[in-house]
């Protein structure tokens, strides 16, 4: 799980596109002299509405276990 946001590896490891890593395939829209951010922007948007989605959720279960740690007694 440690690795799971890591970069580097999954670049030089993966050669085929279809099985690349979040973040590889992300970084991989980018081009050495141009960049078409619209792709871009929109792959992060669909990336992080899982997280997002999750957290909407479960929102209640964290706040409410933030607020138990910080109490006394």
Known sequence: MWSWSSLLWPLVV???PEMMTLSAGLASLRGQFQT???ILFAGSLVASLPVVA???VLQRHLIAGIAFTGSKG
């Open 54 to 56: 999750l957290f909407v």
């Open 14 to 16: 993966n050669t085929d």
């Open 36 to 38: 078409n951010f619209p």
